[in-house]
Structure formats: C-alpha cells, structure tokens
C-alpha cells in the first residue's frame, strides 16, 4: 500500500532549521514516495535503519544521514494505504536522552 505522510510540513520546518539535514531529509522523503508497505516489516525493506519499537507502540524510529538524526514515527495501516505521523524529530543525542526516560514510547512533539 501506498504510505501517506502525516505533517510532512514538519519535516520541512525542521530541517529549514537545521541545515545540516535537509539533504538527508530529502533523500529520505524522496524514498517514501515509492514505498509499498503491508505490514510493518516492509517499513525495513524501505528503510534498513530503522528500528520498529514494541510493546505495540506501533512506532518507527528512522535513522537519517547517517544516524546524525532521529525520526520517530507512529504508523497505521488502512484498509487501503498506511499513515504515517511524525511524532518527533532531533539529534542522535537528543534520541538517546529521550530513551533514557522511555518516552520513545509516548512522545508526541508534534
């Protein structure tokens, strides 16, 4: 199924921001365009980086340029296509302070 992504403009906006990661960015999102996903596994086909979080969090954590940045996405598969919502967006060490508390799991920066 197709993947729609949900507040694409908050990537944008963070990476207006940081410029260190618009290229990153860009090919990450380039890569979404042509995503085919029916179960979360597929998400790793796409994307090898990525870690899927469990405790049924439904939630993806994608390493961008090189694991300079972290992106964690809650997902949803539809009837016809999957949603994905950008919950939080920052550095690597930024992640690792998140992961310490286990907020991983319920952020909601966005």
Same mark, same amino acid.
């Given at each position: 199924? &197709?993947?729609?992504?949900? %507040? &694409? ?6 990476? &207006? +921001?940081?410029?260190? @990661? ?10 979404? %365009?042509? #995503? ?7 998400? +790793?086909?796409?994307?090898? $980086?990525?870690?899927? +979080? ?12 090189? $694991?300079?940045?972290?992106?964690? @996405? %809650? *997902?949803?598969?539809? #009837?016809?296509?999957?949603?994905? *919502?950008? &919950? ?20 909601? #920066? *966005?």
């Amino acid at each position: 199924m &197709k993947v729609r992504l949900v %507040k &694409k403009k908050t990537i944008l906006d963070y990476a &207006k +921001l940081n410029a260190g @990661c618009r290229s990153p960015f860009r090919l990450w999102l380039s890569g979404l %365009k042509y #995503a085919d996903w029916d179960c979360p596994a597929d998400i +790793l086909d796409t994307y090898g $980086n990525t870690d899927l +979080l469990g405790d049924g969090s439904k939630r993806a954590v994608f390493d961008i340029g090189g $694991n300079n940045y972290r992106m964690i @996405c %809650k *997902y949803w598969f539809g #009837a016809t296509r999957v949603h994905l *919502y950008v &919950k939080w967006i920052g550095t690597h060490a930024e992640y690792t302070k998140i992961c310490q508390s286990n907020l991983q799991y319920i952020i909601e #920066a *966005y």
